[in-house]
């Protein structure tokens, strides 16, 4: 089946530093990358849609300067937290869809394993 | 627009005892609904999924769901809990759309007691 891999799983940082998270695809190409945001004991909301070749596409709300996406080839997207705070501290899971695959019509995703962002 | 809903934050069954988690969707087009359960500190795995076809719709470990177009809802059930069932399960429901992501419900954890 198709393996979304997500890199680091775990990341303590400074107030003020950066951190990125990796999302990959392993065994399929994803011209379509989601990235979700969970608090503790709540459910996924949606912070912006991954686009290879283009700019990503944010939800209300989600502030693009802060959560920099990058979707640079078909089986790589990445989140960057800028000048993260502790109110960034959270669970950030990314999700893939295998548009070529037997799932392509369904909307299935596919998703990491999660980071957990703390921020101190 | 598309919506979940999971009644009932917390669920606490029983080892042995009937499973069931409750989910009503809300969709404009005919569609796509999935159960995913997630353990601590890891992401989300595929439980089941309803595309077409069959409406009672079997899973991995022994979970099965039923869509019922009438009362749109797609709950989740298991004959009997087991320990290592005690997690977070979350329906969601898409249109089908490439380009479009999932919508969650709120999820439910799920506790086993034994």
Redesign the interface.
């Given at each position: 089946g198709a393996v979304?891999s997500?890199h680091p799983?775990r990341v303590i940082c400074k107030s003020g530093t950066s951190v990125k998270i990796e999302c990959r695809s392993l065994d399929f190409q994803a011209t379509?990358m989601?990235w979700?945001r969970q608090f503790p004991?709540?459910?996924?909301m949606?912070m912006a849609?991954s686009?290879e070749g283009s700019k990503a596409t944010y939800e209300q709300g989600v502030e693009k300067d802060k959560f920099l996406i990058n979707h640079a080839s078909l089986t790589l997207s990445t989140l960057t937290v800028t000048s993260a705070h502790p109110e960034d501290s959270s669970?950030y899971?990314c999700?893939a869809?295998d548009?070529y695959g037997t799932t392509?019509?369904?909307?299935?995703?596919?998703?990491?394993?999660?980071s957990?962002l703390t921020v101190l | 627009a598309q919506s979940v809903t999971q009644l009932g934050s917390h669920v606490s069954v029983s080892e042995g005892a009937l499973v069931l988690l409750r989910c009503n969707y809300s969709s404009s087009v005919p569609p796509y609904l999935f159960w995913y359960v997630q353990y601590p500190n890891q992401g989300l795995q595929l439980l089941l999924k309803y595309t077409t076809g069959a409406t009672l719709v079997k899973g991995i470990n022994g979970f099965e769901a039923e869509f019922k177009k009438s009362e749109t809802s797609f709950h989740l059930t298991k004959p009997s809990a087991h320990m290592s069932d005690a997690a977070e399960y979350f329906c969601a429901v898409s249109e089908g759309l490439r380009r479009r992501a999932l919508t969650f419900g709120s999820g439910t954890r799920l506790q086993v007691q034994p």
């Amino acid at each position: 089946g198709a393996v979304v891999s997500q890199h680091p799983s775990r990341v303590i940082c400074k107030s003020g530093t950066s951190v990125k998270i990796e999302c990959r695809s392993l065994d399929f190409q994803a011209t379509t990358m989601f990235w979700y945001r969970q608090f503790p004991k709540q459910s996924l909301m949606l912070m912006a849609t991954s686009n290879e070749g283009s700019k990503a596409t944010y939800e209300q709300g989600v502030e693009k300067d802060k959560f920099l996406i990058n979707h640079a080839s078909l089986t790589l997207s990445t989140l960057t937290v800028t000048s993260a705070h502790p109110e960034d501290s959270s669970f950030y899971i990314c999700s893939a869809r295998d548009v070529y695959g037997t799932t392509k019509n369904t909307g299935e995703l596919f998703f990491g394993e999660g980071s957990r962002l703390t921020v101190l | 627009a598309q919506s979940v809903t999971q009644l009932g934050s917390h669920v606490s069954v029983s080892e042995g005892a009937l499973v069931l988690l409750r989910c009503n969707y809300s969709s404009s087009v005919p569609p796509y609904l999935f159960w995913y359960v997630q353990y601590p500190n890891q992401g989300l795995q595929l439980l089941l999924k309803y595309t077409t076809g069959a409406t009672l719709v079997k899973g991995i470990n022994g979970f099965e769901a039923e869509f019922k177009k009438s009362e749109t809802s797609f709950h989740l059930t298991k004959p009997s809990a087991h320990m290592s069932d005690a997690a977070e399960y979350f329906c969601a429901v898409s249109e089908g759309l490439r380009r479009r992501a999932l919508t969650f419900g709120s999820g439910t954890r799920l506790q086993v007691q034994p």
